[in-house]
């Protein structure tokens, strides 16, 4: 728990240092929640006072510190909704129930609220009756995806993870207009524990 808390810090630290040193990305999202804490006075400084640490290292290592969290939950067998914010159709945007076991996407269903058609469909287009389960990740995958985004230079950034579990609540990283790289834009929330094959 202690480490947890001084990975936390670190990261806070480092964003606010980022923050104030490089204008080419927008900063991390911050969860509402606004906690001030004190390191011990016997604590050492979690980075010298000359070090220069950039807006894209402080992303990666706040990447890395909720991924740290999440690898502490009890269990690789889980559910949760998630929402992509880009394509080009409402199936493609609808919400979804995403169900994973041994940390693998096991099936992926249409949420009770799901928005699957909106009339910008062309005549004829067929939906499926269930979204394909190769567009969707687990929570890991969806880490991968992040790092894969940062990596590659984006133009605007903004993250938000959850507080307890450390999974990616909400993401957009979006690209130039003359990047190869397409935008990565997600809302994901309310992981549940569900049983699964043993372990």
Request: net charge negative; aromatic share 12%; proline share 8%.
């Amino acid at each position: 728990m202690k480490k947890t808390y001084y990975l936390a810090l670190l990261f806070v630290f480092i964003f606010g240092v980022a923050c104030a040193s490089d204008s080419t990305l927008l900063p991390t999202a911050i969860p509402s929640s606004s906690v001030v804490a004190k390191l011990p006075d016997d604590s050492q400084p979690v980075i010298p006072d000359d070090a220069e640490v950039d807006r894209k290292t402080a992303m990666l290592l706040g990447l890395d510190i909720h991924r740290q969290l999440w690898a502490t939950r009890p269990t690789d067998n889980y559910k949760f909704g998630f929402k992509w914010n880009v394509g080009d159709f409402a199936y493609e945007k609808a919400n979804v129930e995403v169900r994973v076991l041994k940390n693998e996407v096991d099936a992926v269903v249409w949420a009770e609220d799901a928005v699957t058609a909106d009339g910008s469909e062309p005549a004829g287009f067929v939906i499926p009756d269930l979204p394909d389960p190769d567009h969707y990740y687990s929570i890991d995958g969806l880490f991968t995806v992040i790092q894969e985004a940062l990596d590659s230079d984006p133009s605007r950034v903004s993250l938000g993870f959850d507080s307890v579990f450390g999974f990616p609540t909400s993401v957009v990283i979006e690209f130039s207009a003359d990047s190869e790289h397409q935008d990565v834009s997600f809302f994901a929330a309310q992981v549940v524990p569900i049983p699964g094959p043993p372990e």
